[in-house]
């Protein structure tokens, strides 16, 4: 079973910046494709942004200021000029092979 761990939510006002971290209990180094998440009270879990070999891919409300990475150690989502509907549980997503895993999500609140 592969655990991730979360880190990098807190609060924050707006216009302002987050880096979230995603450390994995197995090497990344192979790892088929990543992913952050998130969900708000009341909503479904949506993709924030996603990484496979050669592709990346991000929700259009992120796009221009949100930046999915990954070093051998850990996956990471920068986030900068965070909004008030940015507030949410952020979960990062990690498949290998057939299967995903996820972790057990951070909070990040942005306030007005």
């Known amino acids: 079973q592969v655990q991730l761990v979360e880190s990098g939510g807190g609060l924050v006002q707006a216009g302002g910046s987050l880096r979230l971290s995603c450390a994995a209990s197995r090497s990344i180094f192979s790892i088929d494709a990543m992913g952050w998440f998130r969900q708000a009270p009341g909503k479904q879990r949506e993709l924030v942004a996603r990484?496979?070999?050669?592709y990346t891919d991000y929700a259009d409300s992120v796009a221009d200021r949100f930046t999915i990475f990954r070093d051998n150690a850990k996956m990471y989502l920068q986030m900068n000029s965070l909004k008030p509907e940015d507030t949410a549980v952020y979960f990062c997503?990690?498949?290998?092979?057939?299967?995903?895993?996820w972790g057990q999500g951070t909070q990040v609140t942005v306030s007005s």
């Open positions: 997503n990690a498949r290998w092979g057939h299967i995903d895993y």
């Open positions: 990484m496979t070999t050669g």
